[in-house]
């Protein structure tokens, strides 16, 4: 299973555009919505999530978590007590996190990125306390990916379904959206 993390000011293309293409490698995933199961992305549209951060249960089921980026969203994550306890429980199993835009911000003051490549946002380098920053749209250092923002959404989901299925199952979904 597969957190998507929803605050309200969340980046809609960096949350839907994962979701959708690990949803179409068969991961299940569920939405978390950050104090409302109705959260409002950053440009106005409403969506409903699956449950809400007080009932997303930290277990073995757990695979993978994804922070999508876009102000104020990365801002109400990272507040929030539950995804930095999500946060915590992935890194004590060795279990990947995506971020994207902002959201690595979140890593570095946590000190997560130290020594690891890392990108983000432009104008947030600084927030990567301790990171390699990379020159790359996504950035894959562990168990850690981080991307640029909302323009390398793809190749971010991409990213995400090749840590939690493989290689082989991101180029044929590439090669599927792409109508190749």
Do not use: W
């Not at 919505?33 to 440009?43: A, E, Q």
């Not at 994550?77 to 890194?91: G, P, R, T, W």
């Amino acid at each position: 299973m597969i957190y998507v993390y929803l605050a309200n000011g969340f980046e809609e293309t960096e949350a839907v555009t994962p979701i959708d293409m690990l949803r179409r490698a068969e991961k299940k995933v569920v939405t978390v919505g950050v104090g409302d199961n109705i959260i409002v992305s950053s440009h106005g549209i409403p969506v409903v999530t699956d449950t809400i951060v007080q009932e997303a249960q930290l277990t073995d089921e757990l695979e993978m978590i994804v922070l999508p980026g876009g102000m104020p969203g990365t801002l109400n994550l990272e507040k929030s007590e539950y995804v930095q306890q999500a946060i915590d429980f992935c890194m004590e199993k060795n279990l990947p996190i995506g971020a994207i835009c902002a959201a690595p911000s979140i890593l570095g003051h946590k000190g997560l990125l130290k020594g690891k490549k890392a990108v983000c946002y432009q104008g947030f380098e600084a927030q990567l306390e301790g990171a390699e920053i990379s020159t790359g749209a996504v950035a894959v250092d562990g168990n850690i990916i981080t991307a640029r923002g909302a323009g390398v959404a793809m190749q971010f989901a991409l990213a995400l379904v090749e840590k939690a299925v493989s290689k082989a199952e991101s180029e044929r979904q590439f090669k599927a959206v792409m109508c190749e």
